[in-house]
Antibody
Framework: EVQLVESGGDLVQPGGSLRLSCAAS????????MHWVRQAPGKGLVWVSYINSDGSSTSYADSVKGRFTISRDNAKNTVYLQMSSLRAEDTAVYYC??????????WGQGTTVTVSS | QSALTQPASVSGSPGQSITISCTGT?????????VSWYQHHPGKVPKLMIFEVSNRPSGVSNRFSGSKSGSTASLTISGLQAEDEADYYC??????????FGGGTRLTVL
């Protein structure tokens, strides 16, 4: 069964840091591009970042560029999102997703990040 | 990276057809055939319904279809059913090698 399981969400103070993880199973992770997408409370889906299969290429939304870093460990079938200089507007459910033909074909259940003092 | 433009809400009666539009620019929807659509029931995980403008993943009902004209993509749902009531989002690849979502459309089945 294809599965993505996110973890690492927490309550963090403004200016703080957090690392999210997404563990993959049931498909060829090392051949898959991966995305992070977020949804703030009561708002829509927003694309955050993607990484290609070997980690040599990444891209970010303007709203997180310079603060967030996506990475992966193909030996552990895991993709990460390192978040720093967190702001209240980063509060959201964060989903990881597998890319297929430039679409997000499989989604995890999400992990919640709350930025508040 | 402005969001793609979708109507905030659409509605239809069971059995009817509805269409949701998704308007972008010449740097995203108008430039690439990499438009996808997602169904999201609140509290659940988003589900891919259409990729590459008009392709359906395995298991998605053929009541769902996609198309594109210029910088506007569309999702049509025919034979509306109660379980189709959800939020729908379009997304596109962009010339900046990023992705962009629409603001989302709430579908109400009357």
């Amino acid at each position: 069964e294809v599965q993505l399981v996110e973890s690492g969400g927490d309550l963090v103070q403004p200016g703080g840091s957090l690392r999210l993880s997404c563990a993959a199973s049931g498909f060829s992770f090392s051949n898959s591009w991966m995305h992070w997408v977020r949804q703030a409370p009561g708002k829509g889906l927003v694309w955050v970042s993607y990484i290609n299969s070997d980690g040599s290429s990444t891209s970010y939304a303007d709203s997180v560029k310079g603060r967030f870093t996506i990475s992966r460990d193909n030996a552990k079938n895991t993709v990460y999102l390192q978040m720093s200089s967190l702001r209240a507007e980063d509060t959201a459910v964060y989903y990881c997703a597998r890319d297929k033909a430039y679409a997000m074909s499989v989604w995890g259940q999400g992990t919640t990040v709350t930025v508040s003092s | 990276q402005s969001a793609l433009t979708q109507p905030a809400s659409v509605s239809g009666s069971p059995g009817q057809s509805i269409t949701i539009s998704c308007t972008g620019t010449s740097s995203d929807v108008g430039a690439y055939n990499f438009v996808s659509w997602y169904q999201h029931h609140p509290g659940k995980v988003p589900k891919l319904m259409i990729f590459e403008v008009s392709n359906r993943p395995s298991g998605v009902s053929n009541r769902f279809s996609g198309s594109k004209s210029g910088s506007t993509a569309s999702l049509t749902i025919s034979g509306l059913q109660a379980e189709d009531e959800a939020d729908y989002y379009c997304s596109s690849y962009t010339s900046s090698d990023t992705r962009v979502f629409g603001g989302g459309t709430r579908l109400t089945v009357l």
